[in-house]
């Protein structure tokens, strides 16, 4: 039976949620699990109240429990804490949700049969009363496609359909993921391109956790956060995207058929900034080319590249909605 070690990032949490999360980890039919904590908060009452919870709750398996010595993030606490592991494998999981009691089992079972680097599952949605709001994660986002396979890295690195909390990884891909790309990539985000450049990526289409929603958190990151009009998306989105492809490039040793998927990606970003920049027939031919390649983007992008700046800001605020 292999090892799992599950990584636990903690923020002054909510004591109720955080203790309904401990006993589902408790509960887990899994039994070689150890529990691994890093709080976040730079507070010792904080700390002291998660140590002293942990220690009630945790019963049938090992923990430890570090702190950072000052606020770093969520992204750089989850880094630390994949360096604090010994596991065969890695669990990632944040600090309100509740584990169904056989997700640990399923993953292994799954990512060992598939000889996978990487496994994850859906999620159901529950609110702050533990009250279902949806079934599955693609009920909330109705454009989610969740991937599974080998050769996924070209997909992986401009969007992300895994969870953080629904990951299994192998602990030697994950450590060879270090420094994780903080200033681009949420950790899971991170992490998942970086595996698929080393093999395949399976999946469990059963929701193995409860996600919780509630005023502290969000589901995931929204392509146009922050974005409210064209000028946004160009300097924001666009001319950001270039600088992550060439960071990619000048900082990570990824295989030369990696490398040549983000020159490609790159290439293509820098035909969209063109387009923004100068909207001439040219520009738009090349765009129109391009539709196979991701044809809700390269619509989007034409719409509201040409739509005037109010009807352009209604079409972003209508799809952040």
């Not at 507070?43 to 942990?54: M, T, V, Y």
Request: with cysteine.
């Amino acid at each position: 039976m292999k090892t799992v070690n599950i990584v636990l990032a903690t923020y002054k949490p909510n004591i109720i949620f955080f203790e309904k999360l401990l006993k589902s980890l408790n509960d887990q039919s899994y039994k070689k699990i150890k529990l691994i904590v890093r709080d976040d908060s730079d507070d010792n009452e904080e700390f002291e109240k998660i140590r002293a919870l942990i220690s009630k709750t945790v019963t049938a398996f090992d923990y430890e429990i570090f702190r950072n010595n000052k606020n770093l993030g969520s992204n750089k606490t989850f880094e630390e804490l994949t360096k604090d592991t010994s596991a065969e494998y890695i669990a990632y999981c944040d600090q309100d949700d509740i584990w169904e009691k056989e997700k640990i089992e399923k993953l292994v079972n799954v990512i060992e049969r598939e000889k996978a680097v990487l496994c994850y599952s859906d999620l159901s949605i529950i609110d702050e009363n533990d009250k279902l709001i949806a079934n599955s994660f693609k009920d909330i986002h109705k454009r989610l496609n969740h991937l599974e396979g080998n050769n996924l890295f070209e997909y992986f690195l401009r969007r992300n359909s895994v969870t953080g909390c629904t990951m299994l990884i192998k602990s030697e891909v994950a450590k060879k993921a270090i420094p994780f790309c903080n200033d681009f990539y949420v950790h899971d985000h991170w992490l998942t391109l970086f595996a698929s450049s080393l093999g395949k990526i399976a999946y469990v289409p059963e929701p193995l956790i409860r996600y919780r929603i509630h005023g502290g958190n969000q589901i995931g990151a929204s392509m146009l956060s922050g974005i409210e009009c064209k000028e946004d998306y160009y300097r924001k989105k666009l001319l950001k995207e270039k600088v992550k492809y060439n960071y990619l490039l000048d900082n990570y040793e990824f295989g030369a058929d990696c490398r040549d998927l983000i020159n490609k990606t790159l290439c293509w970003t820098e035909e969209r900034i063109s387009f923004f920049e100068n909207s001439n027939l040219k520009n738009f031919i090349t765009m129109i080319n391009k539709i196979k390649y991701d044809y809700q983007l390269v619509l989007f992008e034409i719409a509201i590249n040409y739509l005037p700046n109010t009807l352009s800001r209604k079409v972003i605020n209508k799809l952040k909605k």
